[in-house]
């Protein structure tokens, strides 16, 4: 398997951070740039795309920060890896589907990954675990500046980074966090939160980008527009947004643990009995019994030390690492199977839950 | 009501009305229960008021004369039809069928962010090409052949420094 060296580290996003910040399980930043006089990948013909893949892949390969970097062609994956590989937030399910001439160079700790021939020739990005902004910003600013002395980027001084779909224009930058917002879900405040942070000019979206739905209470919040503000600027506002919603979250878990604790308690106990008794478990259901568990981490029901390991879960508990564990494919119904089987033994050696925990947070 | 507001892109009676502020500006969208729902616009996992408004504003009026990027023969029909471009120079080609579209996309209409050093240089390199050649022409026209021999040698040079510059 061409993806095997990804599983000897931890997948970046599952090293989550702790404390306060736990509400942002990672940040990411990603950066669309284009090479001048060529075609963008939707509009290239084979050969132009299979000349730009070898090229960029080679350059981006070559960087200090990419030093014995996974390079990895999309056509020469199997169907698994690739799916994989979008469970790990390394490509994009677009990436996944293509057929000729794209590619993706990971770094060893994969907290860096660029796509080639995506929608635009490189979409670069960074992944940081807990809520980094700034210090992924810091990031990949360096890493693309160390690109653009190799490579030609098109750029306009009026439009900024020219990419393939003009909603990226400007600084061709697009910050996010992975939020994970019980809480708000539970009290029926998501849908108010969407229709605030879209006013500000911010997007949410589920945990797998576009369509993808919300299970396990994740959503993924970022900047919807990249003109006519420096990149600075965005995540300056992107963290205010942040920053609010945290506040709400933490706010909502105040009033549900006030009013009804028991309520509460008795959803996180449940959670933990079917991870340990369940014999079928869907994905969805699989997310949504983990996001439990971990608000009961954030609770102090479990131990703080087990909050990585649930978002270790998070990721492992996706078809396609169910499948690469069991060494085989299987068809959805086998899957629930050997989920359930999976994280009864994850859950084994947990650790009792503590509900007499009130006033301790 | 007199005149009910009728939806932004199918035209049925409009029923879900959103308003989104960008860079304090209101942009504000009428859709039918219909529409809104194809568009995403009550589905709380992603909704791009951007993206809407960007397709809505190119599905209308079909236009005669197509624009087509010289670079890479991408025409505006595949514009409308696919929401991206085609090449880094179709920005230039379609200049005129984006700048309107900008302002509602996006904060502002002109980049602040960012500036890749080597990109600049190379355009500054290539006005002063330009240039020159404006001036090696004039002073050939002129019958100043001195002037044109240092604009010529000067010409070489500028080419030189741009080559150095393009090399990857």
Redesign the interface.
Known sequence: MKIAPLFEAPAEVADAASGKCAIVLTTRVRLAR?L?????P??AKEAQRSAMLAGSME?MADLPAMKKALTLKVEELSDLEKQILVERHLISRELSTTKHGAGVVISRDQTTAVMINE?DHLRIQVMRPGFQLKKVWNAI?AL??EA???????????????T????N???G?RASAMMHLPALVMSSQ??KV?RAV????M????LF??????SGSI?QISN????????EEIIKRLSSVLNTIIEHELNARAKLLENDASKLFDKVGRAFGILQNGRLLTSAEAMNLLSLIRLGVDLGVFAEVRRPVVDRLFIEAQPGHIQYAARGAFDPAQRDLLRAQFLRNEFTNFGQPDFNVTGKN | MANPLKCDLCGKPATVHL?????NKIHKVDLCEECAQAK?VTD????????LL?KASLNPEPTADLIRCE??G?TQA?FKK????????C?EAFRGV?EP??GN????????????????E??SLYDRLTQLQLDLDQAIKAERYEDAARVRDEIHQVKLAFEEK?A?
């Open positions: 284009n001048v006089d060529q075609p963008f939707g509009w350059v929608e600013n693309d500046t653009e002395e190799k490579l030609n980027y098109a750029f306009s001084p009026t439009l900024g980074y020219l393939a779909c003009p909603t224009l400007g600084t930058m998501m849908e969407v879209s006013q500000l000019g997007a949410v979206r589920g980008g576009e369509g993808s739905d919300a959503f919807q527009t990249t003109l006519g503000e420096s990149e | 308003t989104q502020i960008i860079n995403g709380p996992s992603g909704f791009s008021l951007a993206d960007l670079q890479c991408f595949d696919q929401g991206r471009f085609g090449c880094p120079s920005y984006l579209l900008l996309m996006h904060k502002g209409t002109t980049h602040v962010g960012k500036v890749p050093q080597r990109a600049v190379r355009k393009t990857s």
